[in-house]
């Protein structure tokens, strides 16, 4: 019994050799649709980050415009209204 189990197990004289062994058309379509997939996610994936940091360049932009309208509305003082005697920063 034993010896049927083992003749049984081994492969016969009808597999071909494991070299000679291929996907297929099957395989190949399936390869193809997996390599054209991640190109597009890739392609995808490229186009968001750089819409993401233009929108982020022109934020700091808009940011560093507000701040520098901000500090000329602070620093905008009409020094001539002044008047020297009375300036605490002299006494």
């Given at each position: 019994m034993y010896d049927l189990l083992l003749?049984?197990?081994?492969p016969?004289?009808?597999s071909p050799p494991?070299?000679?062994v291929t996907p297929g058309p099957w395989g190949f379509a399936v390869?193809?649709?997996?390599a054209?997939?991640?190109a597009l996610l890739v392609f995808d994936m490229l186009r968001r980050v750089r819409r993401g940091r233009y929108r982020a360049e022109v934020a700091?932009?808009?940011?560093?415009?507000?701040q520098a309208r901000a500090a000329?509305?602070?620093?905008?003082?009409?020094?001539?209204d002044i008047d020297p005697d009375e300036d605490p920063a002299r006494r």
């Open positions: 003749a049984a197990a081994t016969g004289p009808s494991a070299e000679l390869i193809a649709f997996l054209l997939a991640v700091a932009e808009l940011d560093a415009e507000e000329v509305r602070e620093s905008n003082v009409d020094d001539q």
